[in-house]
């Protein structure tokens, strides 16, 4: 569900019509909703009453200050992979004690900012990280507190790309080594190990892979109380899918029920639980608008060539992903409907949104909408073929702000230096 709707024929994000932001800021950009993002917030946590649990946003998902700022308002943490997320979520004002530090390779500079920032956990995903923890945290005389990612060995059902939780990914503990490294972290100088962490996988559409994961964990937990360790965190990982909306798509499961499966595998512990929902919460709550530059008719179909590219959204490039398109105005009920291809102007083949869609009749300078592009969309662009990184734009009722302004290819060869020897 979400606040992207048409109204008196044009599609609008809450209140504002997105031709009236295209007329503002120029094609492509992105918008975010911030009701849909409070909602989605709000749905999960709701989900978690009762629980001792707590909701650390996937910055990765959607970085931007404005967005972080309006889930930091909302009582949101922040699950972070890097230094730079992490002094993002402290500047969007959340709490070190609801941050948590994960991902497989944090450098130095990462760990002794993570310590000193205070933040609730880091979670440990190898033995020589540990180490270095330790060491880092004896030299700065403070108290790591960490949680072994483990890799529970279950197979998420979802991309190959985005699955984490399989033996021979590179996420997380292997599973028989956890009672070792366990002990050996409560023996570690300058480490307080408060329990565990996993995350399976992203865009995850069925939840028995949680329910065997989650249960796998809870008898680890067991074994590790058996022999005198103290368990009192468990980080469930994010992942809860979406729905992009390709029609014979099954259904994304509800929050509801996903805690439903958390409450019986892990409620009985009685451990603090966290969770990192990135998608679930920013998905829904950005589209990506951008122009028909050409519309190029071929004998059986029509290239739709739009002013945005891969270097915007790569995720139909990188997944395969599907994303729903639409048009900007109300297509007349009943209209008639071609086959098209909706692609990029970018230099590869990849650069494809869309292909062979029933799509209404299109022309240049009409506005398409990518729907769900709210979560690892602006995040992942880059300024392939130089092309300047586009604005986001975030509503609220009847009120927009420019939350990233349009970057200028002035900007980008700004960076650039040329050597003694070509500047003679
Ligand atoms: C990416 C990631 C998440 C968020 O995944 P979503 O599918 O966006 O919910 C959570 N935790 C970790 C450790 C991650 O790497």
Redesign the pocket.
């Known amino acids: 569900m979400d606040f992207f709707n048409y109204k008196n024929g044009h599609l609008h994000g809450e209140g504002v019509a997105l031709k009236d932001i295209a007329d503002e800021v120029g094609t492509p950009f992105y918008v975010y909703s911030t009701a849909t993002l409070t909602r989605h917030f709000e749905v999960f946590s709701d989900a978690l009453r009762g629980m001792n649990a707590m909701v650390c946003f996937?910055v990765?998902?959607n970085s931007n200050q404005a967005v972080l700022t309006t889930l930091a308002a909302l009582g949101a943490g922040a699950?972070v992979?890097s230094g730079g997320e992490l002094t993002r979520a402290l500047k969007a004002n959340i709490k070190p004690h609801r941050i948590v530090f994960?991902?497989v390779g944090k450098q130095d500079d990462e760990i002794e900012f993570a310590l000193n920032s205070g933040i609730k956990q880091i979670?440990v995903e190898s033995e020589p990280e540990l180490d270095r923890i330790s060491a880092i945290s004896v030299r700065l005389g403070k108290t790591a507190t960490v949680a072994l990612r483990v890799n529970p060995d279950v197979d998420a059902g979802t991309h190959e790309k985005?699955t984490?939780g399989r033996k021979g990914n590179k996420f997380g503990i292997d599973w028989e080594r956890v009672p070792e490294v366990y002990q050996k972290a409560t023996d570690l100088p300058g480490i307080h190990i408060a329990g565990l962490a996993m995350?399976i996988g992203?865009?995850l559409m069925d939840l028995e892979p949680y329910r065997q994961a989650y249960s796998r964990v809870a008898e680890l937990v067991e074994t590790l109380r058996s022999r005198g360790l103290t368990v009192e965190v468990l980080d469930a990982?994010?992942?809860?899918g979406v729905p992009y909306g390709e029609a014979d798509e099954v259904e994304n499961p509800h929050p509801e029920a996903y805690t439903e499966v958390v409450r019986n595998t892990l409620g009985h512990l009685g451990t603090e639980l966290i969770f990192?929902?990135?998608?679930?919460i920013a998905g829904n709550s950005g589209v990506l608008v951008t122009r028909v530059i050409y519309a190029k008719k071929s004998t059986d179909k029509t290239f739709l060539i739009v002013d945005a590219g891969m270097n915007d959204l790569i995720r139909p490039t990188l997944y395969g992903a599907f994303h729903n398109i639409i048009t900007e105005t109300q297509p007349p009920p009943g209209a008639d409907l071609i086959n098209v291809d909706i692609v990029g102007p970018i230099c590869e083949t990849g650069d494809t949104f869309a292909k062979d869609r029933k799509f209404p009749e299109t022309k240049a300078n009409d506005l398409l909408v990518v729907r769900t592009a709210g979560?690892?969309g602006a995040v992942q662009s880059s300024t392939y073929n130089t092309r300047a990184l586009i604005p986001e734009v975030m509503v609220n009722g009847d009120r927009h702000c420019v939350v990233r302004k349009r970057m200028s290819v002035e900007d980008i060869i700004a960076l650039d230096r040329l050597p003694d020897w070509l500047s003679e």
């Open positions: 996937a990765k998902a699950d992979v994960s991902g979670n985005i984490t995350h992203s865009q990982g994010g992942g809860l990192e929902p990135g998608r679930m979560a690892y």
